[in-house]
């Protein structure tokens, strides 16, 4: 039996996720489990490098101890954020997380040298304070001289693991450093944050082989494995993970990823004023999508009844309770209220409108209010490519909620397939089967998909008349 090891760390907790394929089944196992935390230090916030590492080390000894050894293993993380080493391949400092505001006083000084016009049209990434061209340009003068590495994260821990550096396109692409067109580094943006571009690494496609583990990591865990590198930018996993490439996808989780597989980078105006991004995807593709509001809003909800409900009993006092005012749920103001049910109540206080009250009032309400967010995005998505869609791809832990599914197929008069949940993980393992050859090409890896994993459907009232 041919096992692969996903490791798939975000930014509150990873997990280690072990498959194999039998009779066209692809079957998983979680193995491992661990949290992921930020530390807060004179100001700033960083990243526990270290213990990432150690955990990532203590998942893959997991395999020696149920005598499940992996033929491959991967690693696919969040983007932005990076490592720079010293000539001797120290870190000059632990990793800033996207959450440090450091770049906002630097921002300006940028765009003094290069417009937010001229930077899209370049790259075509959107316009975020925490992109790591920002976190670059904020570096210290003596750090940009010591500095002779960069790494992304996961980057930097499969450096940790084989000894070997390499920069992977898909979280690359997420750095604004990218050529659109090319998908390679654009040298006069390096210029205009005083880089020197020998710091980077050769930039590699998701499925490359680099290299197998180092010796001393071999006699520590008693086994060797190849590492393959998958698209170690977890979103990029994610749209791999979906059942339809001809679809809307959104990645639903804490936040959303609304967008669509393309060939091409669209760089108009049009889409940096909609704030859509085009990030790398498999196989050299774009994935042209808008970063919006996810189920954070929902999950603020419960801690502030203290957890007394459950987002399934949340769902179903929601069905009992129907609200049908709507709320602007990428407003600033709900992303760090003390109190988000106090916050959606005075949202509708301003306007002299009806406020929920109740519970399964202020789900629904929330539900409502992202799936007319989804339904607005998709709008301004179809405008920008000048198409319509007529299916949407729910991929990840919000595509278990059915209430959600059901408002946007209503809202917006389209199929919603609704699965698989744990999509990221399984397009980190696809990468690592397709490079190994147990699985042809990303369409037959779709239907093995779709006769693994729980696949849901939910029709549009027009698919109903």
């Not at 490592?83 to 000059?92: E, F, G, H, P, R």
Request: glycine fraction near 6%; aromatic fraction near 10%.
């Amino acid at each position: 039996m041919d096992y692969y090891l996903a490791i798939d760390i975000g930014a509150s907790s990873g997990r280690h996720m072990l498959f194999f394929l039998e009779h066209g089944i692809l079957q998983m196992e979680e193995i491992y489990r661990f949290e992921n935390k930020m530390i807060y230090k004179d100001g700033h916030v960083f990243w526990d490098i270290d213990a990432m590492y150690q955990h990532v080390k203590q998942g893959i000894m997991r395999c020696k101890n149920i005598g499940k050894i992996p033929k491959s293993l991967g690693i696919d993380t969040w983007a932005v954020d990076y490592v720079l080493l010293d000539q001797n391949k120290q870190l000059l400092h632990q990793p800033y997380a996207y959450r440090d505001e450091r770049t906002l006083s630097i921002i300006d000084n940028v765009h003094q040298r290069i417009t937010k016009e001229q930077l899209y049209q370049k790259t075509g990434i959107q316009f975020q304070v925490f992109n790591s061209i920002y976190q670059l340009a904020s570096e210290a003068k003596d750090v940009r001289k010591q500095a002779k590495h960069f790494l992304m994260i996961p980057d930097y821990l499969h450096y940790c693991l084989t000894g070997n550096m390499v920069n992977e396109y898909t979280n690359m692409s997420t750095t604004q450093l990218l050529s659109a067109t090319t998908g390679e580094l654009d040298e006069s943006i390096l210029q205009v944050v005083d880089i020197q571009p020998s710091i980077f690494k050769q930039i590699v496609a998701p499925g490359t082989y680099i290299g197998n583990l180092k010796k001393e990591l071999v006699a520590e865990f008693g086994f060797d494995t190849q590492i393959i590198v998958p698209a170690t930018h977890d979103s990029a996993c994610a749209y791999m993970g979906a059942i339809k490439d001809d679809a809307i996808l959104l990645s639903s989780g804490t936040w959303s990823l609304l967008g669509v597989i393309q060939n091409r980078a669209n760089t108009s105006l049009a889409a940096m004023h909609e704030n859509f991004s085009n990030e790398g995807g498999y196989e050299g593709t774009y994935r042209f999508l808008k970063n919006i509001m996810g189920l954070w809003i929902i999950q603020e909800v419960a801690r502030c009844y203290q957890y007394e409900y459950s987002y399934a009993k949340l769902v179903k006092l929601a069905k009992q309770h129907v609200f049908t005012g709507t709320f602007d749920v990428n407003d600033p103001r709900f992303l760090k209220p003390k109190h988000m049910v106090h916050e959606i109540q005075n949202y509708f206080k301003e306007r002299n409108e009806k406020t929920p009250q109740h519970v399964g009032e202020i789900a629904y309400c929330v539900y409502h209010s992202l799936a007319h967010s989804y339904k607005q995005a998709i709008d301004e998505l179809e405008s920008i490519t000048d198409k319509t869609y007529t299916t949407i791809n729910v991929v990840g832990g919000g595509c278990k909620n059915e209430l959600l599914n059901e408002l946007l197929a209503t809202l917006t008069n389209k199929e919603v397939i609704a699965g698989p949940s744990e999509a990221t993980a399984i397009g980190n393992v696809l990468c690592q089967c397709i490079a190994d050859h147990k699985i042809q090409d990303m369409k037959q890896a779709q239907q093995i998909i779709k006769q693994s994993f729980e696949i849901t459907h939910y029709k549009g009232e027009a698919y109903d008349k």
